[in-house]
Structures are given as C-alpha cells and as structure tokens.
DNA sequence: CTGTTAGCGCCTTCAG
DNA sequence: CTGAAGGCGCTAACAG
C-alpha cells in the first residue's frame, strides 16, 4: 500500500541500498544514480518510514525538549528558540531534518520521568531539559540515572536553565545565575531606600526558586536587613517566620493570591519582589486593587524579563534572562553544531533591568 | 548492550510473545504470568523499543501538536491542553502512553509541510494542527494531499481553530466563530457611539485574519458606516483605501508599528480594534506614547481573552476563546476518547467580554 | 561507486 | 492461555 525504499529502487532501476545512501547522503553515490534516485522518490512522493530507519540505524532524528509548562512564555521562548537553531539543519530533501519536539510536563515530577521514558523508547538524538529542577532527592536521583540511561544510548543530554547534575551524563549545561541577578534586584530594591521587602517565591523544592531566593537573602543580609535569611535556606511552603515570603506558582493568579497574604501579614511592606514577571503582575492587580499605587506606595519587581514586561504599566523593573539564545544556544549543543562550553558547564549571566516599576519607597528613612 | 524484549522473556521464562502481550495489554494473558513478566521488566529497568515496536505494528504511539508559534500563549494554552488530556490516559506502566509532541512552525507554509513530513515518517498516531491556516491555494493543496496521506496510512488527523479543509481527510475539525466574535466585538464598539475604528489585522492570507476581517467588516456594514468593506474582501498587505486596516505579525511590536501607522493615517479615530491581545497591548502603547488616554481618547479591544488581558490597564475588553477546552477537546479526539460531533465539524462560539479599555468616544455624535 | 546479504527488536499470525 | 516462526522497511557491513 505505502510506497517503500524497495519501490524508489526499482523505479529508479537501483538497489535498495543505493537508494538509501543517497537519502542519508553520508556515502559517495554517482551524481547521474543521485538524481534518478531523486527523481523518482519525487515521483513516488515517498516519505523515509522513520521506525524502520531508527531500528536498523540504532538512532533516530527526534529531539525532545522537555519542559514545565509550555503555555508559559518563559518555556515557549526557550523551545521555540531551540526548535527554530535545530530547524535550520534541515536538507529540504528527504534526507538530514531532525524532529525537535517539544514535550510538557506540567511541573510534575511523575511526569517529567513519564516524558522521559516516553522519549526513551523513541532512542531520541538528543534531550533537552529546560528550567528548572526539582530538588526532592529522590526525584534527582531518578532524573540522573534516566538520563545516564539515554547518554549510554547515544542520546545527547543538554540541560538548560538547571545545575548541572551531581553524576553528570549531560553533554552541556547551560545554568542562569539566577542568584546573582536576584541579589542584584534586591540590591537595587535596597538602594532605592527599602527596608520592608516581601518576596513572593516559585515553587518550593525547585533549584529556580531557592537560588533566587538565596540571592535575594544575600542581599538583605550585605545590607543587614530583615532576620528572615537563618540558618535555613529556604524554608517550608507558606510563608517564613515574619511571613515576608510567600510560595506560589508560576501564575498571575497565584502571585494575585501571594500578594493579598504578604500584605495582610505585613501592611508595612514598601516593595514586593516576585518569582517572575507573570507572577509580578499578579502582584501589582492585588496592590491596584487595594488602592496602592505602584511604585509610588508600592515598589514591585519580577524576573525574567518576559515581552509584556516592558508594556506593563508602569513597564516592569526585572532581570532579563536572555532567553532565546540560550534556547538557540541549547538546541545547537544537541545537534552537535556548537562545542560545549570547557567543563561543560556555562553560566549565563541575569542583568538587571530596572524600569518604572520600582521607585523610592514613599517615606525615605 | 540494552535490554530487550528477548532478555526480559528469559527471565520471566516465557516466550518473547506473552512478554510484548502483558506489554500491550490488548490480550488475555493469566494473572501470574502476567506477574512475572511484569516484574522482569521492572528488575531489568526494559523500555520498549519504539522504532521496532513501531516497525512491527506499523504505527507509533507518536502524536503530533503542530503550533505556528510556540511562544504564543494562544498556541501555548492550547497545545498544552491538548497534551494534557493526553497524557491523562497514561497507564503508567510500560504499556500504553501516547506521547504527544508540539512541532513549531513558525508559521511558515514551507516548514509546515516539512514538519508534517517528518512526522509522517514517524506514522503518528494522530496529529492536531492547532491555530489558522494559510490560504495561498497551492499551499492548501499541498497540506490536504499530506493530510490525505497521513489520514489513509491511520493517522488520526485533527484540525483545531481552522475551517475544515475541502477534500476533508479530517477526523473532525473545532473551528472558531472569529466571524460573530469580531462582529459583536466591532458592534460593541459601535453601539459606545464610535465611528472612525481603526482595525489592525492579524498576518494576511490566513484564515483568522480573513474571518476577523470579515466579521469587523459586517458590523459596519450593518451599521452603514465606512466604506472600506468593498466586495473585495480582504485587501493586500498594508492599508486599505482609506487607511483604517493595516496587516501585522501576532507581536506586540507589530501592533506598536501599525497604531501608529493608523494614527497618522487618520489621527481622528476614535477607537482601534487589534488582531489579538498582544497585539492591542502593543496598540496601547503606542497610543500612550502619543499622549493619548486609553480609553478617553481611543478605546482599544483584542481578541482571544489570553490570561493577562484581565491584568493590563486598562483591562482589555476581548473575545474570548475557550482555549483550553478547546484543546483538551483536540487531544481527546486526536485518542479517540470522544466522538466527533455530528458531520464532523463543530463551531466553538467566541464571546464578547467588555472591559474598562472600551468606552464612548470624546464626544459622541 | 554499486549490489548482496543479514539482521535491528518487536508484533502477529498460526499451532498447540 | 502460551510458544514458534516470519517479516515489517531499512541500514550496514561485505563483496565486487
């Protein structure tokens, strides 16, 4: 019923084999048996059967790129922008074209292993892991021995947005400093003359929200403000002894939500910084609706410098994450068409990116 | 080197065959062996081996999203809807799992057509393409034939907010009424007293772009105001005769560049309906950087309600999508978890929701 | 440069 | 309910 390889062969009056080295290119052929070849798959209108040539090659083309939440511009960006640098391999031709597709996980833990081996049975080119990672020992343990897994299938592993793993089988590790540019909004929260700063948190366990909320600690603790930064690190769901960090999700709702609770505990507060612009936003509807002006009363701050941010009124003050390029980045290191960084492992830098959102808090001290 | 389905069937001492039976599921195989086998796998850490599980049954448990722009919430809310409920079927173990995967267009005809390829060579299970279709004839043709290909080698083909296509090799197909949503939507405006509404349409030659259009164009018409809906219909790109419909891209900076066109077009208008949300917010920007008060002086509207129109400020009165259902729906069908409506089409109503962005005019005639 | 020969790992009749 | 055998369509050594 469907066209295979045998037909392209005898209508182009060649062998079976022939006619595969000329759709997988990596091997001499005639130029004048090329084009009959050529021609007659046109003609045929034949399409490669993917499960056959992954069986006998021991490989496929498809990429998976796995992420949280893909209605969440952050993920969109980086995977549209991994698709795109993967994308423009393609031959055309019947031949080269790998698939980059990419897979949601909704943020579960289950699910990112359910992903994974889905992708597994598909003897994947490559993986690629964007944002960040649960902490739950468990799960990591998991996570690095799947991927371990697939490295030993030939499956490159490229993380990105996440520490690289403690076994480390990824070929790259692309990681944000997401500390760094989180002790530098909070930095600059406490320039402008802060000094009761709430902190609306992702989502607890994750190496995303405990590293920006390490940064933002650092922060008060170089200017001795606020006890909230013990011993502990980051604390449990809910909020923290002086009820100045909340947990939410990566939602307008929930950063909506956040706010209302920060604000109850502490009435005081003259800035919020949030997990995320999206998260910001949530923020400054709660703060509106309370009749708080932002910045004037109110200073909010959000993270990752999405597109709407800078049309937000007032446009938001955030840290941009270069977030398409290392999407690109990302997707070059797993078709092998960029080195990996020496060690493995590059750091992007988070640079501060401060707009009408923040101002002096109504009364400098 | 990896395990197979042979090693797994030598330690549960059974044959091959009952091993890829209790795998599948879809035949009766006694309890304890069953057992045994199941714990072999588990032992041995198998995973199926999709090209050749594929090979042998002639199709994969690969289903295909295919989006024009991941980074689109549109696309995103959608596609993840649709994996979602996929993914909700999950049997968790080794069996079963549909894996479904998001291929990003960018929403080129050419890459369209190669990323159905490639998926073809896959023999997916099923495939959604979400989101308008292009209208270039020769484009739409070769779409169906491909469709028509991919539908007779058992692939379930889906067509989720676009019309059905002619031949229709389509499963079923959700379309959105962008027509009577735009209609309403301009008749609102009409109904606040406005009269000079500029409209700025989404990329030309697509359907939603057209349906909109046309939509806006019948309230108009309805309304015995303007003369730009000639019988022509859609017009090229740029403006129209008179300078109140101009063409941009779904980005926020496209909207910035075609308010202002439309402004120094007629700096008289009093309202400007956008393509989309992301779209109007740029309008609004452009309008606020003119002096111009949103929406005392110009009232602006979008369309698709994405999640942060609520949140912007003003808050943007929209039509809204029933995103999510609609996509959850699209995975559903795509598995065969619901039947198709009746005739195999069905219309998805869009709804007007007013917001604090619309208002009379200045002065109302 | 091209043809021939074996499988890749699994599913699926067919027997038993 | 279970085992044995054949082949899915392609690639990868080998020859020539």
Redesign the interface.
């Given at each position: 019923?469907?066209v295979t390889l045998v037909d392209v062969a005898a209508r182009a009056r060649v062998s079976p084999a022939t006619v595969s080295r000329v759709l997988n290119g990596n091997y001499p052929v005639a130029a004048a048996t090329r084009e009959r070849v050529l021609r007659a798959v046109d003609e045929l209108?034949y399409?490669?059967?993917?499960?056959?040539?992954?069986?006998a090659a021991a490989a496929?083309?498809?990429i998976?790129i796995l992420v949280d939440?893909?209605?969440?511009?952050f993920f969109?960006?980086i995977?549209?922008a991994a698709?795109?640098s993967i994308?423009d391999g393609?031959s055309?031709r019947a031949g080269g074209?790998k698939?980059?597709?990419?897979?949601?996980t909704?943020g579960s833990a289950e699910?990112e292993l359910?992903?994974l081996?889905?992708?597994?049975?598909?003897?994947p080119a490559a993986v690629i892991l964007a944002g960040g990672a649960l902490e739950d020992p468990r799960h990591i343990a998991a996570t690095t021995a799947k991927l371990a897994?697939l490295a030993?299938?030939g499956t490159a592993v490229v993380l990105c947005g996440r520490p690289p793993l403690p076994g480390g089988p990824a070929v790259a590790t692309l990681t944000f400093d997401h500390r760094g540019g989180s002790r530098r909004l909070t930095e600059h929260l406490i320039a402008l003359g802060h000094r009761r700063i709430g902190y609306v948190a992702g989502p607890p366990d994750r190496t995303t929200t405990r590293q920006r909320l390490e940064g933002h600690r650092a922060a008060l603790a170089g200017a001795r403000i606020g006890g909230s930064e013990g011993a502990g690190g980051v604390e449990g769901v809910g909020a923290d002894r002086e009820g100045l960090t909340v947990y939410c999700t990566y939602e307008?709702g929930s950063g909506y939500e956040a706010a209302r609770e920060l604000l109850s505990h502490d009435p005081g507060l003259t800035a919020i910084v949030a997990a995320d612009d999206?998260v910001a936003?949530?923020v400054?509807?709660a703060l509106?609706e309370k009749g708080l002006r932002v910045p004037e009363d109110v200073s909010v701050a959000g993270f990752d410098d999405l597109?709407?941010s800078a049309?937000?009124?007032p446009a938001l003050t955030t840290v941009r994450l270069p977030l398409h390029e290392v999407g690109r980045r990302a997707g070059r290191l797993a078709v092998g068409a960029e080195r990996p960084p020496p060690g493995g492992v590059e750091t992007i830098d988070a640079v501060l990116v401060p707009r009408a959102s923040t101002a002096p808090p109504p009364r400098v001290l």
């Open positions: 019923m469907t209108d399409v490669l059967n993917g499960p056959a040539s992954s069986l496929s083309d498809l998976g939440d893909i209605a969440d511009p969109g960006i995977a549209g698709q795109t994308g393609v055309g074209g698939l980059a597709v990419v897979c949601n909704g699910r359910t992903c081996t889905l992708l597994q049975r598909q003897r897994k030993a299938c307008r999206t936003l949530g400054c509807a509106r597109p709407f049309d937000a009124v």
